[in-house]
């Protein structure tokens, strides 16, 4: 079993930081890459950035300079750090991880956390 859990969600004022982590923990063999995603009422679950095993981040335009993810390999945690909030940026943010397990060492398959909700208002 995988297991993901995020972390850090909560109200914030236009304009603030907040600081999301995703622990990947269970049968892991090894991370291929780490994705946030978020949902926004009303909305479909979009990309916002996403970091591979050797380290390559990518963004989507509308967090750009603003947002920031990052892992801890010896923890199998993912990181987005927030800047410069909107209100617009307010979601439930996902973590998935793509991942090979050690009953499947071939097989990379994706896994989703239950989310943390992220709410800007002032």
């Known amino acids: 079993q995988v297991q993901l859990v995020e972390s850090g969600g909560g109200l914030v004022q236009p304009g603030g930081s907040l600081r999301l982590s995703c622990v990947v923990s269970?049968?892991?063999?090894?991370?291929?890459?780490m994705r946030w995603y978020r949902q926004a009422p009303g909305k479909e679950r979009e990309l916002v950035a996403a970091?591979?095993?050797?380290?390559?981040?990518d963004y989507v335009d509308f967090v750009k300079g603003r947002f920031a993810i990052s892992t801890d390999n010896a923890k199998n945690t993912v990181y987005l750090q927030m800047n410069s909030l909107k209100p617009e940026d307010t979601a439930v943010y996902y973590c998935?991880?793509?991942?090979?397990?050690?009953?499947?060492?071939?097989?990379?398959?994706?896994?989703w956390g239950k989310g943390t909700l992220v709410t800007i208002s002032s």
């Open positions: 998935n991880s793509a991942l090979m397990t050690h009953t499947h060492p071939w097989l990379v398959m994706n896994y």
């Open positions: 269970g049968n892991i063999f090894k991370i291929d890459t």
């Open positions: 970091i591979s095993s050797g380290g390559s981040t």
